[in-house]
């Protein structure tokens, strides 16, 4: 959801960790290590783990934290960070992770909007385990099955490179970004410029295998149909480490269009915004159009970009569905370029398309201090409550506020709320995601200023947006919502779980909680905003 965010800035950071267990207690871990190495199979190596005294801790721990807010200290780190190199480790981690007490972060891409795949705002006594994905990153694509398998700690755009490079005319549909891992992505939905078309990427997933809080393997088969249905959307952690994910293939023709129309107010970008609400739900599958709207920098005024993906045909088609439906963009012929999908997901990400080698798809870097939330449209905003929303967006002083409106529609309409635990479908014309922005580490004078300002736009936007609950993406993690202090020891009641429960996953909430009492009643995978374990 964020384009512009990936001119990398080269941050050098020197972090100081407050770390203490794993040198105060080497007791305990040394006997962690002992299981390990028990409970590892011997051919298949040994796992690298880190503690704060390897040199290379915080180069592991920094690589795929995708938000310098948690670079703060202030955020606990892990005492000991591993990353598997096979299946079998990942099962000797949770097995004596587990029977030493200690607290599993499970880690892919590490978008996470609260930090919490590598952080925990409270640990009490006990060490935290990172479980880091990012060597499980095999994609084995299959064009005769219409399928391929992709571990977790691949990234998407490795995963769309490794397809295109067999076919030009199958894709996936998945996040913008294509830095977005694949095991937080697919576990908590997954949306993108094919959504409209094919649906989330849990939409689009067939099988799994995973790591139960036992240390067995399951597959789709094994793990039952319940579990099969929470871990595709149901967020993860709560109900074990997903290892790699079987999808469908996609279809996509030869060539693609793609466009980008910049408005600012004084370009009548009010009216346009207004109208798009109206239409862009209802154009054809083929047709997806987002816009962003961000604060021109030294002006007080608000730019809107429409930018749009079509594969329905050629860009003479695409003029005419837009000089119907849409005339006042004023979208010219040479504002349409045709490329292949594999490009397109590049120029959609805001990267150069003229360079689509495999290291173009595996860019890695976090850019910003951010902090975001998601709203669902159901109604279109007047054009006085979008004037508001300009206003509000100017004032946010010291920090960059981006609002991202993803259409909703075609494919996603269609699928029933409860076939899956994501459940804005059918109702929803469109997605708000806020991003508040700074492009610096922050300090907590920036973060106050981070908070108070989505806080601000949030409040805003409550007229305008899904009520009771106010939807919101477990994708888009957000302790506005209310979170549960997580002391090691504590579970948190039905109850509360369900105030921001409730807001993820409507009415599949209860469902998910009846999965989890079943498959981790003791609640070992858990984290602040994690499914409760039962219903009391
Ligand atoms: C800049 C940015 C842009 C984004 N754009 C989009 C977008 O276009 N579309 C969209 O749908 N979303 C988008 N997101 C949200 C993104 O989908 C989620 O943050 C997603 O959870 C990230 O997955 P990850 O593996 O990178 O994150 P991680 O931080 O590694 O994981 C996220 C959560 O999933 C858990 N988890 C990770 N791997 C596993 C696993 N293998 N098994 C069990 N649990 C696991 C983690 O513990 C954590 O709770 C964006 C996020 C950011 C920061
Ligand atoms: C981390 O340091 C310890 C102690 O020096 C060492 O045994 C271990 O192999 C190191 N880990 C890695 C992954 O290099
Ligand atoms: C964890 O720490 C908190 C705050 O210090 C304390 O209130 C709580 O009792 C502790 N829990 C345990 C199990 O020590
Ligand atoms: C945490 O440490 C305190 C003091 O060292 C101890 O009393 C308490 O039992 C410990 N809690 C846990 C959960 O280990
Ligand atoms: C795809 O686009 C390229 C470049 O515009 C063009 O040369 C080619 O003929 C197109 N292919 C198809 C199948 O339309
Ligand atoms: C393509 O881009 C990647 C990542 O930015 C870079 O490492 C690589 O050198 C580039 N390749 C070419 C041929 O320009
Ligand atoms: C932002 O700054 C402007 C100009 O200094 C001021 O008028 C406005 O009140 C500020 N907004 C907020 C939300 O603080
Ligand atoms: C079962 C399996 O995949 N084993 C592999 C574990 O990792 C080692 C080292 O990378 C490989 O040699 C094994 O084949």
């Known amino acids: ?71 703060s ?43 919490l795949s590598y952080t925990s705002r409270l640990i009490n006594n006990t060490s935290l385990v990172l479980l880091d994905l990012s060597n499980l990153n095999s994609i084995d694509v299959d064009i005769d099955e219409r399928t391929a398998w992709v571990q977790s700690g691949a990234i998407i755009g490795q995963l769309y490179y490794k397809i295109a490079e067999k076919s030009s005319v199958h894709a996936f549909a998945a996040g913008v970004p294509i830095t977005i891992g694949v095991g937080g992505h697919f576990s908590g939905g997954g949306t993108g410029y094919l959504s409209r078309k094919y649906g989330l990427s849990a ?7 995973i790591v139960n809080v036992e240390g067995e393997i399951l ?33 996509v023709p030869p060539n693609v269009t793609v466009f980008t129309v910049n408005r600012n107010l004084e370009q009548g970008a009010t009216a346009l915004v207004h109208k798009w609400q109206y239409i862009a739900h209802k154009f054809p599958k083929d047709l997806t159009m987002f816009v962003t709207l961000t604060k021109v920098t030294g002006h007080e005024t608000i730019q809107a970009s429409f930018q749009s993906l079509f594969i329905g045909g050629t860009t003479q088609q695409l003029l005419q569905i837009i000089q119907e439906s849409f005339p006042e963009l004023g979208l010219k012929r040479e504002d349409c370029i045709e490329m292949r999908w ?17 290291s ?20 279109p905003i007047s054009k006085t409550g979008l004037q508001g929303l300009w206003r509000n967006i100017v004032q946010a002083n010291g920090t960059a506020p981006m609002i991202v409106l993803i259409p909703n529609g075609g494919r996603m309409s269609e699928i029933p709320d409860a076939e899956i635990p994501y459940p804005h479908r059918a109702g929803n014309l469109y997605v708000a995601n806020y991003n508040v922005h700074q492009s610096q580490v922050s300090s907590s004078k920036d973060q106050a200023l981070m ?37 090691t020891d504590y579970t948190p009641s039905y109850e509360e779980a369900k105030i921001w429960g409730i807001k993820y996953f409507k009415n599949n909430f209860d469902r998910l909680v009846r999965v989890k009492s079943r498959v981790d009643p003791d609640n070992f995978f858990r984290d602040e905003q994690s499914i409760p374990p039962s219903f009391s």
């Open 1 to 71: 959801m964020v384009p512009q965010l990936v001119s990398v800035l080269l941050l050098h950071l020197i972090i100081v960790f407050s770390f203490s267990l794993a040198a105060s207690d080497p007791q305990n871990y040394r006997s962690f290590l002992r299981c390990i190495s028990v409970h590892s199979h011997y051919n298949d190596g040994l796992i690298p783990i880190y503690t704060p005294t390897n040199s290379s801790y915080s180069s592991i721990l920094n690589s795929r934290i995708q938000n310098l807010r948690f670079i």
């Open 73 to 115: 200290p202030k955020y606990p780190k892990p005492h000991i960070i591993a990353t598997p190199l096979n299946e079998s480790h990942v099962q000797a981690i949770v097995i004596c992770s587990r029977k030493h007490g200690f607290f599993l972060r499970i880690r892919s891409g590490g978008h996470d909007y609260e930090g």
């Open 203 to 209: 939409d689009n997933i067939v099988d799994a295998r």
């Open 219 to 251: 597959s789709k088969e094994s793990m039952g149909e319940d579990l099969f249905w929470a871990i595709r959307g149901g967020g993860g952690v709560s109900f074990g480490v997903v290892l790699s994910w079987k999808i469908n293939l996609l279809d």
């Open 342 to 358: 594999i490009e397109s997901v590049l120029y959609l990400f805001g990267l150069p398309t003229t360079n689509s080698s495999l």
């Open 360 to 379: 173009a798809f595996e860019v890695n870097a976090a850019i910003s201090s951010f902090r975001g939330a998601t709203d669902f449209v159901k109604d």
């Open 451 to 487: 908070t108070k300002n989505l806080r601000r736009l949030y409040e805003y936007m409550a007229p305008y947006v899904s009520q009771s609950p106010r939807g919101a993406y477990v994708n888009a993690r957000d302790f506005q919502l209310g979170y549960n202090e997580m002391w």
